[in-house]
């Protein structure tokens, strides 16, 4: 993974994937079906993440680990994420939608290396945590993103089109979507699912 974080000419922050093969380095044309090609689909305390890296969506796996801490304070620990960013979704998690964690070690990963900034992170790590915690999965071809605020709204994010269509494209049927986020023509073949709070997020994140 190659990001510029300078470019005098164009934008920063733009994200390269490479693979090394016996001819050199190449470009990797689907980055997301490359993190995804390990994803097992039905599987407790993982979530599928619509990530944007520079100008590009990106899906990554986000896993959580949830378990009975026996030394207090209970364990934090977050790999490709903010640390302080998990402290506050966990607050959030217990004052809104009731879930006492404070005896639970939390462990979060994303996988493949990545480092998440964008606050688009939020509902997949929430929900992705509540999976690992009821060891419950999610529902099938299932993708998300959106900022989760203090008070439990959920806010919307740049450029949410084109996560939608890197998702449908890689045979994703169901999305869970901030509202501002909704586009105004249906998509084929995709069940988009405006929220507004984390409290419809939970709701519409599990089969019933």
Do not use: W
Request: glycine share 8%; with cysteine; charged share 20%.
């Amino acid at each position: 993974m190659l990001r510029s974080v300078k470019n005098r000419f164009g934008a920063v922050n733009e994200l390269g994937i490479f693979a090394m093969t016996d001819k050199g380095l190449r470009e990797v044309n689907n980055p997301s079906a490359l993190f995804l090609s390990s994803y097992r689909d039905n599987v407790s305390g993982s979530c599928i993440l619509i990530s944007e890296e520079g100008t590009r969506p990106l899906l990554v796996e986000v896993q959580a680990l949830v378990d009975q801490s026996h030394l207090m304070p209970a364990k934090r620990l977050a790999v490709g994420m903010d640390g302080y960013r998990l402290s506050l979704l966990i607050a959030i998690m217990q004052r809104h939608i009731g879930v006492q964690l404070y005896d639970q070690d939390i462990f979060i990963n994303i996988v493949g290396g990545l480092k998440v900034t964008e606050p688009a992170l939020d509902i997949a790590v929430v929900l992705a945590i509540i999976s690992s915690f009821k060891n419950k999965p999610l529902k099938s071809k299932f993708a998300v993103f959106g900022e989760i605020g203090l008070s439990g709204e959920i806010r919307t994010v740049q450029k949410g089109q084109d996560r939608i269509k890197e998702a449908a494209k890689l045979g994703f049927t169901t999305i869970i979507v901030p509202k501002a986020n909704m586009p105004k023509e249906k998509i084929a073949n995709v069940n988009l699912i405006a929220v507004e709070t984390v409290e419809q997020v939970i709701y519409h994140a599990f089969e019933r």
